[in-house]
């Protein structure tokens, strides 16, 4: 079954932290993508890429930066963490983009302190 | 910013009844898809409708597309417990992915 695998699933980081989420998709798919969650404004995509060295801008990337190292492997990176950050952020993949279902992984909950 | 709006923020239905989401957007758009996302899991697709499709199901869910309105619905029949959840629909248009609404909280009572 497709899966995809983020970790860590809880993190704590200081204002000014360095942060890297990790996000693993073993279904073979092109497209993979960072969301943050939060109350009263759903998903909203930071960043997402098409494939191995790719990297797109979403709607909020301000304060994030990306790497997608392989075809299967997508990290998130804040370099110096801020408390608007703390948030619930989501890895997806999809096979062609847009029109394709995604398959989500369960999460990891940031707290910024 | 937000492209897709469903249009209650919470509903509350007995089990065994019918429950009917609806999603409004904004721009011209390729597909729309709903999700279910459960209390500490990742969003979970349920039905794509593409745009020249006007009803989709799958199950005990339909979904329906209305371009003109640019408004979409999703139809739960025989409701159960475990159909609680929070209901997203995201719609594709021109760029390559996503965006989502901000979500109906669906609760399912015994």
């Known amino acids: 079954e497709a899966a995809v695998t983020q970790s860590p699933r809880n993190k704590v980081t200081v204002t000014g932290g360095n942060v890297t989420l990790s996000c693993r998709q073993t279904n073979s798919h092109n497209y993979m993508y960072w969301y943050r969650q939060d109350t009263g404004h759903g998903l909203r995509l930071i960043h997402y890429?098409?494939?191995?060295?790719?990297?797109q801008i979403g709607d909020v990337p301000d304060g994030y930066k990306a790497t997608r190292t392989t075809q299967e492997d997508f990290f998130l990176l804040l370099e110096l963490a801020s408390p608007s950050q703390t948030s619930l952020y989501f890895c997806a993949s999809s096979e062609t983009g847009r029109d394709s279902d995604y398959t989500f992984g369960s999460g990891t909950r940031l707290l910024v302190i | 910013s937000q492209l897709a709006e469903e249009n209650s923020w919470a509903l509350s239905v007995h089990e065994g009844e019918s429950v009917t989401v609806n999603c409004s957007y904004k721009t011209s758009i390729t597909a729309l898809q709903w999700y279910r996302q459960k209390s500490g899991k990742g969003p979970a697709q349920l039905i794509l409708?593409?745009?020249?499709?006007r009803e989709k199901r799958n199950g005990r869910l339909r979904a329906t597309l209305d371009t003109s309105s640019q408004s979409s619905s999703l139809s739960i029949t025989a409701t159960r417990c475990e159909d609680t959840a929070v209901y997203f629909c995201?719609?594709?248009?021109?760029?390559?992915?996503?965006?989502f609404g901000t979500g109906t909280k669906l609760q399912v009572v015994p």
């Open positions: 890429s098409y494939g191995a060295g790719n990297l």
């Open positions: 409708i593409r745009s020249n499709e």
């Open positions: 995201a719609t594709a248009n021109s760029g390559t992915y996503q965006r």
